[in-house]
């Protein structure tokens, strides 16, 4: 057992940690400062914000040089998660293109298109949406219908997406299409690159339970893209969607953990506020699911320490995406426990406004769905890894 | 980052996995269970302990022990969980390291190379008190040397200064004694400072969650080996989704408890039990060992159906051990307690 990271990865935490304190004002670290913008300036600032970033050489961490990465570890992307979670830090507003897209540009993309996709986006002039899941293709991706159909060098694209991050602010859309007529299933579809910026598209903001609308759906009309703007083989989109979604199976968790736990922290200070933090039965509560986030910080080591010596975690990644889903999602119920009768109030004593939680607590709702839902990774658990049968 | 046994370790644990189902299986171990009259303590077992240093994993090479830590010893706990095994292994461990951590230049000479070689069995009772006794102590009966909390610190007190008196337990893995004072009062561990009490119960919280992690674990297996196979509606039952779900989540926490324990053991053997981080662990791998052993054990009489119901499956083995070590050196419930006292307050 080795808990420590090296010398260089500190090095590059002080670094990392200069840089964030010296670039990110007092008022953004306050609770609602970014819910109080209006959306597209909100966007717009964190967009800037992390060119900036980009530019001092803090984005893209363990990416090769070349593609304007840092070229650094596992090591230092976990760091890089922590720190960006205690500076209180804006959210990348380039979040499936930098997670997801990229690492497979670099692995299966031409050269062109590791050339023309890979530096706009990290300097954020490119805002990459992902346009997989469509109103009949949820937990079952392969039931997609979105069509496209050859017309000379180019497909006409129709069909709609849902559940789009970003849908609109996206500049582009990664997006799973059927260019074969007749093949079945997993057969026969493209990962197209289609530019949002054409009378084809339409992308319509989604009003979420709670209010917000983070995602939204994306229309197709005869929407145009080249046959070449397809990322991978032509047909062979299930397996290009296959390898990009591997690439969640990152380490994230000490991220993750950092900010859970400071929710964790926040709760209970609204039962101190409240005067429940002596309530025996709160108490429990607090301390089962505080239990549950220390295993996902011991557990991310675990992780980190595979990623580290180039293992595949594989269907391992399922048990990751339930422990921090399911864990979140009782954190926040046990706020509902704080607060109680006040449990849907925003201001249930004066002073104390709880907007900014409840709004975690709604979130807290989509997380056990989004990416795989709870039953589905529930299911690749058991039959991936423990092997039970189909 | 290196969050993991080594190699070392992970041959360790093999080498008593593998002396186990070679020489104490679980058919070794009903003859205990079936014997509750007897000793529980086989002498077999308990020579190949002593000959193989798993007695002797915490004690200092200059006491002729091994000199390893607690990662090493929670790795032996693990495999004598996942055995079922019986026989006094903890309390003979327990009652070095307290005697390490607290006792005199001469207490060590005198006893810990005897212990570590296993020529003396060793006790620890940190629950009672000089008037009350000690109850439900650990092979109390074939110990040799008790190590007891008393009123200021720790007592050593050896066979005839005490009086034991058997407990039934439905565990039949263990052997379960109350402790009283006979003639004498023994000799006082002069270290034996709030901080050496708190190091030492530490130590015995991880220890029994360890063997927890590895009933869980090893009734997992069991689990999902049978529904594999078992056959009803035509198809096998691991293969609906009821089942599955609960095993997927079950897995999950028994991977969680795992983690934990690790965790909690490397800071015991880093830092100090003091310490709020590794306070913090301790709590976290006992009450989260302790809730997975206690329901994956249930869950193992449920998917094994009738037959995990019956005195002739040995999943009864593991359900009575786990409810047992749930409730020792704290229950799930009394470590929620510290870690809402460590979080909270």
Same mark, same amino acid.
């Given at each position: 057992?080795?808990?420590?990271?090296?010398?260089?990865?500190?090095?590059?935490?002080?670094?990392?940690?200069?840089?964030?304190?010296?670039?990110?004002?007092?008022?953004?670290?306050?609770?609602?400062?970014?819910?109080?913008?209006?959306?597209?300036?909100?966007?717009?600032?964190?967009?800037?914000?992390?060119?900036?970033?980009?530019?001092?050489?803090?984005?893209?961490?363990?990416?090769?040089?070349?593609?304007?990465?840092?070229?650094?570890?596992?090591?230092?992307?976990?760091?890089?998660?922590?720190?960006?979670?205690?500076?209180?830090?804006?959210?990348?507003?380039?979040?499936?293109?930098?997670?997801?897209?990229?690492?497979?540009?670099?692995?299966?993309?031409?050269?062109?298109?590791?050339?023309?996709?890979?530096?706009?986006?990290?300097?954020?002039?490119?805002?990459?949406?992902?346009?997989?899941?469509?109103?009949?293709?949820?937990?079952?991706?392969?039931?997609?219908?979105?069509?496209?159909?050859?017309?000379?060098?180019?497909? &006409?694209?129709?069909?709609?997406?849902?559940?789009?991050?970003?849908?609109?602010?996206?500049?582009?859309?990664?997006?799973?299409?059927?260019?074969?007529?007749?093949?079945?299933?997993?057969?026969?579809?493209?990962?197209?690159?289609?530019?949002?910026?054409?009378?084809?598209?339409?992308?319509?903001?989604?009003?979420?339970?709670?209010?917000?609308?983070?995602?939204?759906?994306?229309?197709?009309?005869?929407?145009? &893209?080249?046959?070449?703007?397809?990322?991978?083989?032509?047909?062979?989109?299930?397996?290009?969607?296959?390898?990009?979604?591997?690439?969640?199976?990152?380490?994230?968790?000490?991220?993750?953990?950092?900010?859970?736990?400071?929710?964790?922290?926040?709760?209970?200070?609204?039962?101190?506020?409240?005067?429940?933090?002596?309530?025996?039965?709160?108490?429990?509560?607090?301390?089962?699911?505080?239990?549950?986030?220390?295993?996902?910080?011991?557990?991310?080591?675990?992780?980190?320490?595979?990623?580290?010596?180039?293992?595949?975690?594989?269907?391992?990644?399922?048990?990751?995406?339930?422990?921090?889903?399911?864990?979140?999602?009782?954190?926040?119920?046990?706020?509902?426990?704080?607060?109680?009768?006040?449990?849907?109030?925003?201001?249930?004593?004066?002073?104390?406004?709880?907007?900014?939680?409840?709004?975690?607590?709604?979130?807290?709702?989509?997380?056990?769905?989004?990416?795989?839902?709870?039953?589905?990774?529930?299911?690749?658990?058991?039959?991936?890894?423990?092997?039970?049968?189909? | 980052?290196?969050?993991?046994?080594?190699?070392?370790?992970?041959?360790?644990?093999?080498?008593?996995?593998?002396?186990?189902?070679?020489?104490?299986?679980?058919?070794? @171990?009903?003859?205990?269970?079936?014997?509750?009259?007897?000793?529980?303590?086989?002498?077999?077992?308990?020579?190949?302990?002593?000959?193989?240093?798993?007695?002797?994993?915490? /004690?200092?090479?200059?006491?002729?022990?091994?000199?390893?830590?607690?990662?090493?010893?929670?790795?032996?706990?693990?495999?004598?969980?996942?055995? /079922?095994?019986?026989?006094?292994?903890?309390?003979?461990?327990?009652?070095?390291?307290?005697?390490?951590?607290?006792?005199?230049?001469?207490?060590?000479?005198?006893?810990?190379?005897?212990?570590?070689?296993?020529?003396? /069995?060793?006790?620890?009772?940190?629950?009672?008190?000089?008037?009350?006794?000690?109850?439900?102590?650990?092979?109390?009966?074939?110990?040799?040397?008790?190590? @007891?909390?008393?009123?200021?610190?720790?007592?050593?007190?050896?066979?005839?200064? /005490?009086?034991?008196?058997?407990?039934?337990?439905?565990?039949?893995?263990?052997?379960?004694?109350? @402790?009283?004072?006979?003639?004498?009062?023994?000799?006082?561990?002069?270290?034996?400072?709030?901080?050496?009490?708190?190091?030492?119960?530490?130590?015995?919280?991880?220890?029994?969650?360890?063997?927890?992690?590895?009933?869980?674990?090893?009734?997992?297996?069991?689990?999902?080996?049978?529904?594999?196979?078992?056959?009803?509606?035509?198809?096998?039952?691991?293969?609906?989704?009821?089942?599955?779900?609960?095993?997927?989540?079950?897995?999950?926490? @028994?991977?969680?408890?795992?983690?934990?324990?690790?965790?909690?053991?490397?800071?015991?053997?880093?830092?100090?039990?003091?310490?709020?981080?590794?306070?913090?662990?301790?709590?976290?791998?006992?009450?989260?060992?302790?809730?997975?052993?206690?329901?994956?054990?249930?869950?193992?009489?449920?998917?094994?159906?009738?037959?995990?119901?019956?005195?002739?499956?040995?999943?009864?083995?593991?359900?009575?051990?786990?409810?047992?070590?749930?409730?020792?050196?704290?229950?799930?419930?009394?470590?929620?307690?510290?870690?809402?006292?460590?979080?909270?307050?």
């Amino acid at each position: 057992m080795d808990l420590s990271f090296t010398a260089d990865e500190e090095r590059f935490r002080d670094e990392l940690r200069g840089w964030l304190s010296a670039h990110i004002p007092e008022e953004w670290t306050r609770p609602g400062f970014w819910a109080s913008l209006p959306s597209k300036e909100n966007f717009e600032l964190r967009r800037e914000w992390e060119r900036d970033k980009a530019l001092a050489g803090f984005a893209g961490i363990q990416w090769p040089t070349e593609y304007g990465g840092r070229g650094g570890t596992p090591g230092m992307k976990a760091i890089y998660d922590e720190e960006m979670v205690r500076a209180r830090a804006p959210q990348t507003v380039n979040p499936l293109g930098l997670t997801f897209l990229a690492p497979t540009v670099m692995a299966i993309g031409t050269d062109a298109q590791r050339k023309e996709i890979i530096g706009p986006m990290l300097r954020n002039e490119v805002i990459w949406c992902q346009g997989f899941s469509e109103p009949g293709a949820g937990s079952d991706l392969a039931a997609l219908s979105t069509r496209g159909v050859r017309d000379g060098d180019d497909f &006409v694209v129709n069909g709609q997406k849902v559940w789009t991050t970003n849908a609109v602010h996206g500049d582009k859309i990664f997006t799973m299409v059927r260019t074969e007529p007749g093949a079945e299933r997993h057969r026969g579809i493209s990962m197209m690159l289609i530019s949002m910026d054409q009378p084809g598209v339409e992308a319509r903001p989604l009003k979420q339970m709670s209010g917000a609308s983070e995602f939204g759906e994306v229309f197709f009309t005869d929407a145009r &893209v080249p046959a070449s703007e397809c990322l991978g083989e032509l047909g062979d989109g299930w397996r290009t969607a296959m390898l990009l979604l591997s690439f969640e199976r990152g380490a994230s968790g000490i991220g993750q953990y950092t900010e859970f736990r400071r929710q964790y922290d926040e709760i209970v200070e609204v039962a101190r506020a409240l005067g429940r933090d002596r309530d025996p039965v709160v108490r429990g509560k607090l301390a089962r699911v505080l239990a549950e986030l220390e295993c996902l910080r011991y557990h991310a080591m675990h992780v980190l320490t595979q990623v580290e010596r180039g293992r595949d975690l594989g269907f391992e990644a399922s048990m990751t995406k339930l422990q921090w889903s399911e864990t979140f999602q009782d954190l926040w119920e046990v706020f509902d426990d704080v607060i109680g009768p006040d449990a849907t109030v925003r201001e249930p004593v004066p002073g104390l406004d709880l907007a900014a939680m409840h709004a975690q607590a709604m979130w807290s709702r989509s997380v056990t769905i989004w990416g795989g839902s709870s039953q589905v990774q529930r299911n690749i658990v058991a039959e991936r890894v423990l092997g039970l049968p189909r | 980052m290196y969050f993991a046994l080594t190699d070392d370790q992970r041959d360790f644990g093999a080498a008593v996995r593998d002396f186990l189902a070679g020489k104490f299986d679980t058919e070794a @171990v009903r003859a205990v269970v079936e014997d509750p009259e007897g000793s529980g303590h086989p002498a077999a077992l308990w020579q190949a302990m002593g000959e193989q240093g798993w007695l002797a994993v915490l /004690v200092p090479e200059e006491r002729d022990g091994l000199g390893l830590g607690m990662v090493d010893a929670q790795v032996i706990a693990r495999e004598l969980g996942a055995g /079922v095994a019986p026989g006094p292994w903890r309390g003979t461990v327990l009652a070095a390291e307290a005697i390490r951590l607290a006792g005199s230049r001469s207490q060590q000479q005198q006893w810990l190379p005897k212990l570590a070689a296993g020529d003396v /069995v060793g006790a620890l009772a940190l629950r009672g008190s000089t008037e009350d006794g000690w109850p439900a102590v650990e092979y109390a009966e074939s110990a040799d040397l008790l190590v @007891v909390a008393d009123n200021v610190g720790l007592r050593l007190l050896r066979r005839d200064e /005490v009086t034991t008196r058997r407990l039934d337990s439905f565990d039949g893995t263990t052997r379960l004694a109350t @402790v009283t004072l006979a003639d004498g009062v023994g000799e006082p561990l002069p270290g034996a400072t709030s901080r050496a009490l708190t190091e030492l119960a530490a130590r015995a919280a991880i220890l029994v969650a360890a063997d927890l992690v590895g009933i869980a674990h090893e009734s997992l297996t069991r689990t999902v080996d049978y529904d594999r196979e078992r056959k009803q509606f035509g198809v096998p039952v691991g293969s609906f989704q009821a089942l599955k779900h609960h095993l997927a989540d079950l897995h999950i926490g @028994v991977t969680m408890a795992e983690h934990a324990v690790l965790y909690a053991a490397h800071a015991l053997d880093t830092g100090s039990a003091a310490d709020p981080d590794a306070a913090l662990a301790v709590a976290v791998a006992k009450s989260k060992a302790s809730d997975s052993a206690a329901q994956m054990t249930g869950a193992m009489i449920q998917y094994l159906g009738g037959i995990g119901y019956t005195w002739e499956h040995e999943a009864h083995f593991f359900y009575k051990r786990a409810k047992r070590l749930a409730g020792t050196h704290g229950t799930a419930d009394d470590h929620r307690a510290r870690i809402a006292e460590l979080t909270i307050d």
